[in-house]
């Protein structure tokens, strides 16, 4: 959600292409469909491929439970993560209380204006995109591809196998994924700065979280440092809070670099 909606509808663009490209080659060859043609020991090579390494390959499975906190609501994502499989780790869900508290920030920043109305449909559209490619496209492609490359020659079976596993990573962008609090932290400082009319503060939490990691906002007190300080300003302190972050050369993240 922190890349902007121009870089990822490319992307998303280029991705489903390629996964009907690759769909209209599967269906054409008809060396697939006949056994003389088939070599056992490939197809057993990228079997043995697809379950030990396959998921690794093509990148992270669409998440029912991320887009739940997003939108909060259970509904839309539940009829999709039954299709997909279970993805809900219960020991990995935060406290009820914090669960609240950024469901509610979600529902805040979702009536804010975008170029596609209220920023929650354009969620909504990043949500299809997700699905489409990270669990409709991922499975397609894992359990296809072991008929496509059983049939091919030596060089081409070891190109195939790697390289269409990249096309569903092409949209994994930001490297580690951001936590929930992050993600709203720099959604909200995004809404300030280009001036969208009920931009909502940095709640509680959210204010804790940047005092306890300044290390993850330091573009911000690097770049727009005076505008960052009176954005963190707004609103209630936690308790015992620490200086701002980029109030002085004894930051959090300057202590860190000396």
């Known amino acids: 959600l922190a890349a902007q909606m ?26 697939t469909k006949q056994v ?14 697809q379950i030990y390494a396959g998921e690794g390959q093509v990148g992270e499975t669409f998440n029912p439970r991320y ?8 509904r839309v994502t539940d009829k999709m993560a039954k299709a997909v499989s279970p993805l809900v780790d219960k020991s990995e869900q935060e406290e009820e209380a914090d669960r609240e508290k950024i469901n509610k920030s979600f529902q805040e920043l979702g009536k804010c204006w975008s170029c596609f109305g209220m920023l929650r449909h354009e969620w909504k559209i990043r949500l299809f995109m ?31 196998l790697t390289a269409v596993m990249f096309i569903t990573v092409l949209d994994d962008m930001t490297g ?6 992050e993600l709203l932290v720099k959604l909200k400082f995004s809404m300030e700065l ?16 940047v005092h306890e990691h300044p290390e993850r906002f330091h573009r911000f007190n690097d770049l727009v440092r005076d505008k960052w ?22 930051s959090g993240i300057r202590q860190r670099d000396t």
């Open 6 to 31: 121009r870089r990822v509808v490319p992307i998303w663009f280029v991705q489903v292409m390629l996964v009907a490209l690759y769909i209209e080659q599967l269906n054409q060859d008809r060396r």
């Open 36 to 49: 003389e043609h088939v070599k056992v020991a490939y197809w057993v090579v990228a079997v043995v491929f």
């Open 67 to 74: 887009w739940n906190h997003v939108l909060a609501t259970e």
């Open 130 to 160: 997700d699905w489409s490619v990270n669990a409709m496209a991922k499975h397609i492609i894992l359990y296809t591809v072991p008929i496509m490359v059983c049939v091919e020659k030596p060089l081409d079976f070891v190109k195939d």
């Open 176 to 181: 580690e994924p951001k936590d929930a609090k």
């Open 194 to 209: 280009s001036h969208r009319k009920g931009a909502p503060m940095l709640n509680l939490l959210e204010k804790q979280f």
């Open 229 to 250: 300080q009176s954005f963190q300003s707004k609103g209630d302190s936690p308790p015992d809070a620490p200086p701002l972050l980029g109030a002085g050369t004894t």
